[in-house]
């Protein structure tokens, strides 16, 4: 892979997570591929087909009162041709009853690219297991 290309499909996935955290639904829509073939997969939720019921989700989950915000790590990136996928970990947090939760996703973000410039067609994030300490094991008891 080209470093180039490389550069390309980290700068679009980064626009992701930035129209994320900012709860920005016009770069979302910049972001993703608009048409009928898009795919999503927000941890814990069944498959959404679509451009439009993509970001309606997305829009359900910006006026929700309780995501905060999401980081990455562990970024992998791969590409062939017209495709690339990004693979990370999340981070995610939000408010649950005055408490700021903490949950962890794998996620695998590909991209088409459609004339000359690369938009994502599926952001799949699935639930990850947190260890717990000792301690916090002693009080689920």
């Not at 498959?47 to 999401?70: M, R």
């Not at 991209?111 to 639930?127: C, G, I, T, Y």
């Amino acid at each position: 892979m080209s470093t180039d290309s490389k550069n390309k499909i980290e700068e679009i996935n980064k626009r992701f997570y930035e129209a994320l955290n900012s709860f920005d639904i016009k770069i979302m829509e910049d972001v993703w591929l608009n048409d009928e073939t898009v795919k999503c997969v927000h941890p814990g939720w069944p498959l959404i087909a679509g451009w439009d019921a993509v970001k309606e989700s997305w829009e359900n989950i910006f006026d929700s009162s309780g995501f905060n915000h999401v980081s990455i790590s562990k970024l992998f990136i791969d590409h062939k041709e017209d495709s690339a996928w990004v693979n990370c970990v999340e981070r995610i947090s939000y408010k649950f009853d005055s408490q700021i939760i903490i949950t962890l996703a794998q996620t695998t973000n590909i991209f088409e690219l459609k004339n000359r410039d690369w938009q994502m067609v599926l952001h799949h994030a699935s639930p990850m297991p947190v260890p717990l300490s000792e301690s916090e094991i002693e009080n689920l008891q």
